[in-house]
């Protein structure tokens, strides 16, 4: 990539100072997409300038634009930084969710809209309404899109059917912090199965399947819950409810503590879960939704299966019959090094041809 191009990217908020799959996406790529361009300009919410750059590690190359939400939607965010910055100044705009729904005018919009939560399945009246402003919006952004990043999977069936033409879709996975890469997995404590739920207890994140899975199992089993969960009847089992649990020090810890990660979501993907689990050498139970499927598609020792008590409970019994060790998995692709440089590669060849690699 000799060429050094302008890109804009429209980050919305960044983690840490916001949470969120999406925060932590734009906070990744920020930081490891700069040394690919000649000049990125980065419109968010969030601290000050002084700040981001300290606590990110910016070059100076890397421009930042603070446009303060201050209770605006996401729309009127898009307005804000639209008046902000130029976007004819760039070769290429990228926009995280619906952050470019000002910038539609441009011929080189890039679009990522992650899990499109607002085209999955609803469960209840309050969701199903809330998606409807939001899906109006996206459809818009997708029609005037250049090019959409998709993690791939369900998701890239999903913008197709959505009319978004097969030539317009890169597929491009989630990321991996690497701090949460281990060369040598913590070795299994001795005993029955340790089975580990982090989640909401929402139908989308399929508490209650687990609920009921664990009523039907043959094998006791050991489960840690972790999130704002009710507790339920465990029966024989030996589960320890958490709580809300926020640092990363402690979630790596209970994912060393495991076996199984066990993900039962209805729509909701937690691919960011999921990686952090095989990066710690557990295995995972999840269901084929959002990017899951392509994520654990080549490992035989993490099953995929349907959202119902009944195939969770079958799976959590072959693995209770037979605990796991812990395992290392290969998750090169999963690097943030090498996803900046496949969205460099996207812009490169939406500025010079698709003959570019």
Known sequence: MEERLRWLL??????????????????????????FCGELVVAYAGPDERTVRRMLGLGGNVRLVQVARDGLGVKAWSEAA????????????????????????QPHLVVNLHGMEMFQPSHGLRTMLGQIPSRKTARLLLQAAHTVITPGGALTDLLHGLGVPPAAVTTIPSGLPSDWLTPRPAPRIAGPLRALYIGRPDADHG??????????????IVLDAVGPLPPFNPGRHDVTFHGEVRTRERIRALLDASDVLVVPSRTAARTDLILGALARGRHVIATPVGATAPLLADLPSCPLVPPTARALTAALDAFAASPPAPERFDLSRYTWARIAMDHARVFQRIETGPSVE
């Open 10 to 35: 429209l980050a919305g908020t960044l983690a840490p100072w916001s949470e969120g799959e999406m925060a932590r996406y734009s906070a990744n790529l920020v930081r490891h997409l700069a040394p």
């Open 82 to 105: 639209r008046a902000a910055v130029d976007p004819t100044a760039f070769d290429a705009v990228y926009a995280q969710g619906l952050t470019g729904w000002a910038f539609r005018d």
């Open 207 to 220: 508490y209650d399947l687990l609920a009921r899975a664990l009523h039907g199992l043959a094998h006791p």
